[in-house]
């Protein structure tokens, strides 16, 4: 049998002067939330290309997740065996 399960990601992001900001949300089809930024600067010599730093800040910040969602379920394993788990980042 198939299960599909849906989870939604949302992700802004500001600059401010040579810095952009990632600020990304995902909401689990259980209800339970996670967040989490990322930030990219550009050097004071380089061109601005706002696209560039968007693409560092929303990896940074999607880095940022799946860290966060292997430690989710590394403790989702614990509960479950009742001994310690040590997920790979």
Do not use: W, Y
């Not at 990632?22 to 061109?47: E, F, T």
């Not at 560039?52 to 999607?62: D, K, T, W, Y």
């Amino acid at each position: 049998m198939e299960t599909i399960v849906d989870c939604n990601i949302q992700m802004e992001f500001r600059e401010i002067d040579a810095t952009t900001q990632a600020d990304v949300r995902l909401k689990m089809h259980d209800g339970s939330q996670l967040a989490a930024q990322g930030i990219a600067n550009r050097h004071p010599d380089d061109r601005r290309q706002q696209r560039v730093g968007e693409e560092v800040a929303a990896a940074r910040a999607l880095n940022g997740l799946a860290e966060q969602l292997l430690d989710k379920a590394g403790t989702d394993i614990q509960e479950v065996m009742h001994q310690d788990v040590h997920l790979s980042h």
